[in-house]
């Protein structure tokens, strides 16, 4: 039987440019109390974007967490309060210098639920019109197009290690028909 916890307290732990941590103290099953430790971060936007011989435009760039290189679809932080959408057509341009004709919504998720209030919105983008790169000042990135299929299979062979890109190649494929 499932329980909705009840938070009786909170305390900020932390206060940064992206993200905050909070301790909640909560209700839970029996009467008792615990403690979940909650990063609240304002969500982020990735975009599908689709070429004009069904690929996708990929970046790579160098990823702290994961010590290494990653390939990913165009992505960003969304500001307090801003629409995904708003958000996806300024880190398309940002990242890849493309704008788009047109934007589909493919699918929203919580990055990691058990702990994190970010949310992620994907979009698919068509119809592209190359233009400039606008890279943050701490951005180093290298902009590719991938055959969607070789996307797909790359996925399948745990090539791509970020969740927000494979969940994007993976239901825009589905969405082509591929």
């Given at each position: 039987?499932?329980?909705?916890?009840?938070?009786?307290?909170?305390?900020?732990?932390?206060?940064?440019?992206?993200?905050?941590?909070?301790?909640?103290?909560?209700?839970?099953?029996?009467?008792?109390?615990?403690?979940?430790?909650?990063?609240?971060?304002?969500?982020?936007?990735?975009?599908?974007?689709?070429?004009?011989?069904?690929?996708?435009?990929?970046?790579?760039?160098?990823?702290?967490?994961?010590?290494?290189?990653?390939?990913?679809?165009?992505?960003?932080?969304?500001?307090?309060?801003?629409?995904?959408?708003?958000?996806?057509?300024r880190e398309l341009r940002e990242e890849t210098g493309f704008?788009?004709?047109?934007?589909?919504?493919?699918?929203?998720?919580?990055?990691?639920?058990?702990?994190?209030?970010?949310?992620?919105?994907?979009?698919?983008?068509?119809?592209?019109?190359?233009?400039?790169?606008?890279?943050?000042?701490?951005?180093?990135?290298?902009?590719?197009?991938?055959?969607?299929?070789?996307?797909?299979?790359?996925?399948?062979?745990?090539?791509?290690?970020?969740?927000?890109?494979?969940?994007?190649?993976?239901?825009?494929?589905?969405?082509?028909?591929?």
């Open positions: 039987m499932t329980y909705e916890e009840k938070t009786i307290s909170s305390e900020m732990i932390y206060e940064g440019k992206i993200l905050n941590l909070r301790k909640d103290k909560v209700t839970v099953k029996d009467d008792n109390t615990s403690y979940r430790e909650i990063v609240e971060h304002p969500g982020g936007v990735g975009i599908a974007a689709v070429t004009e011989n069904r690929g996708l435009l990929m970046v790579k760039q160098f990823r702290k967490t994961a010590e290494e290189v990653v390939l990913e679809i165009p992505a960003g932080t969304r500001e307090p309060g801003e629409d995904p959408m708003i958000t996806g057509i704008s788009a004709e047109k934007f589909s919504f493919l699918a929203s998720f919580y990055s990691s639920i058990g702990y994190s209030t970010e949310m992620i919105y994907l979009y698919m983008a068509e119809g592209l019109t190359p233009g400039e790169t606008d890279f943050d000042d701490n951005e180093a990135i290298d902009l590719y197009e991938f055959p969607i299929e070789e996307l797909v299979q790359m996925v399948k062979d745990g090539e791509i290690i970020d969740g927000k890109t494979i969940t994007a190649i993976l239901l825009t494929a589905a969405r082509l028909g591929l």
